[in-house]
């Protein structure tokens, strides 16, 4: 192992060079190297034409991840898991089809980089039939530049399948905490795993070199051997981030809580207020049962942790994260993926295997759009890529499916309580439309599956039957047709009409508990 400057990292990598980064976010990510990279190549002009891979999105939207990747000539193709974080300026590329861009679910990438490491002929997986993953719909090409298939639809032993051929890595860029002068790199401070371990595994299989970014060196020997995470026989090379460029989220430079160093008060998250977000989050929660394993996703089904603290049950749930963090509270916005009081955590793709493997009763996920069919859209709108992460492993195994969201959006505004909803001004976007822009879960696939699937928004539920989506309950306070059906391109199955608790629509309401059978 060399001590080697971000510059001299960025001086080691040759024209079309393939990466593979580590992090999702800025967790994890190698943001001192790759401002080497990119100032390498604004001084000499190289190394150009780069193709990168990573599982999840990299950077904060910002200053940091793809941005330094940005730069007409210097990358050619990015294959990414999310595209919601890398920047508005490779944004913009991928859109206008300067580079080539494809966007695979998070925990196949995740699998696949230990299909490169173990000399496998590639990843075979059912993930993502269905969806625009599927060669027979778009096959993940996210714009008209991207044109070769990097996935292919097979037949093996009977079943149709998903084939990724493993990509060769040239080149590793992977985070860690501490490394000694041997090259063994911890992870004590990363509040996620992650796959940084087969990431190297996988460069160093095809011969490629590994650079690793650290906070410090310290004497060979003091490490001990099970904090180590990636050996030092991995390691090329190590570089000594700056603390600015080495944050744990997007959101904080550092916190014990995040990496389980320290357990927190469990009552210290505030309640929500009373307004279609957390009408939505407590509707939401009577879809729990107790002690079963679940996964939540961003936005709107954030707020059930907070709903159950608030109801005083919270010690009912057993909730898990794809980045591999399980139990605990699920931080939210820039610390998404990490968790308070984790109970424990493991490798991203670990917790893939169990996600593919149906070991996840129940997700609770983002509402964008629906059509009658009971399709989703969560990674595409008007044409701008945002991408899957693991909404399609998740979707894929999970017995029970719980979307959120407003039932319109763009401008609605409500009002909430005395046990009732009132619609002060209609949203102008509609999310329950004629047909999905891009096919992130396959509402006719999970229905012949005989999937659970629930759709919840602040004045309606519906259930994904075989014929479609059924309109199961309404709010108390909105009229069926005037506030629900006028708003929807397409007709729901009405047979028994329920109204939704009056309970929820309270600023008091108190009777979780009861309804999870405390």
């Not at 800025?26 to 190394?47: I, S, W």
């Not at 999937?451 to 989506?469: K, P």
């Amino acid at each position: 192992m060399k001590i080697i400057t971000a510059d001299e990292a960025g001086a080691l990598i040759p024209d079309e060079a393939t990466i593979f980064l580590g992090g999702l976010a800025v967790t994890g990510l190698a943001e001192e190297v790759l401002h080497g990279l990119e100032r390498t190549f604004l001084q000499t002009g190289h190394p150009r034409q780069l193709s990168t891979w990573a599982c999840g999105a990299i950077g904060n939207s910002g200053a940091a991840g793809m941005k330094h990747f940005a730069h007409p000539g210097m990358i050619k193709r990015v294959v990414a898991g999310h595209f919601g974080q890398t920047g508005k300026e490779m944004m913009k590329m991928v859109f206008d089809g300067e580079v080539e861009a494809y966007n695979f679910p998070q925990g196949s990438l995740s699998h696949l980089t230990r299909q490169i490491a173990n000399r496998s002929p590639g990843l075979l997986t059912q993930v993502g039939l269905g969806t625009f993953v599927d060669p027979r719909l778009e096959g993940g090409k996210m714009n008209r530049r991207s044109t070769q298939d990097l996935v292919k639809r097979v037949q093996f032993e009977g079943q149709e399948w998903l084939y990724y051929a493993p990509p060769k890595i040239d080149v590793a860029i992977i985070r860690g905490t501490l490394s000694d002068e041997r090259g063994n790199i911890t992870l004590d401070k990363e509040g996620m795993l992650l796959e940084q371990l087969s990431i190297a595994q996988a460069a160093k299989r095809c011969g490629g070199i590994v650079i690793c970014q650290v906070e410090a060196v310290v004497q060979a020997g003091s490490l001990h051997p099970k904090s180590v995470k990636v050996p030092g026989m991995l390691v090329d090379y190590v570089v000594i981030g700056q603390p600015e460029n080495h944050m744990q989220s997007i959101a904080t430079q550092f916190n014990p809580a995040l990496c389980g160093d320290v357990q927190v008060p469990a009552d210290h998250l505030q309640p929500m207020p009373l307004d279609e977000r957390k009408v939505i989050a407590r509707r939401a929660a009577m879809e729990l049962t107790p002690g079963a394993v679940t996964n939540l996703g961003i936005g709107i089904p954030a707020g059930i942790p907070t709903v159950a603290a608030e109801e005083g049950v919270s010690d009912l749930l057993m909730l898990s994260i794809e980045s591999g963090v399980n139990g605990g509270i699920p931080a939210q916005l820039g610390d998404f993926g990490l968790a308070y009081n984790a109970e424990s955590i493991i490798e991203q793709s670990a917790q893939f295997d169990f996600y593919d493997g149906g070991g996840l009763a129940a997700s609770f996920l983002g509402l964008a759009q629906t059509d009658a069919h009971g399709n989703v859209n969560v990674s595409k709108f008007n044409g701008r890529p945002v991408g899957c992460g693991g909404f399609i492993n998740i979707t894929r195994a999970t017995k029970k499916l719980v979307f959120c969201g407003s039932f319109t959006a763009a401008g609605l505004a409500v009002k909430v309580g005395e046990g009732r909803l009132t619609i002060v001004q209609e949203g102008k976007a509609r999310k329950f439309i004629d047909q999905v822009e891009q096919i992130t879960f396959n509402g006719h696939d999970a229905a012949l599956r005989q999937q659970d699937v629930v759709f919840i928004t602040e004045r309606a539920v519906f259930r994904l039957r075989e014929g479609g989506l059924e309109l199961t309950e309404i709010a108390p306070g909105v009229d069926l047709e005037r506030d629900v059906l006028a708003h929807m391109a397409f007709r729901p199955i009405i047979k028994d009409l329920k109204t939704m608790d009056p309970g929820i629509f309270s600023e008091r309401w108190g009777g979780l508990g009861a309804h999870l059978g405390r």
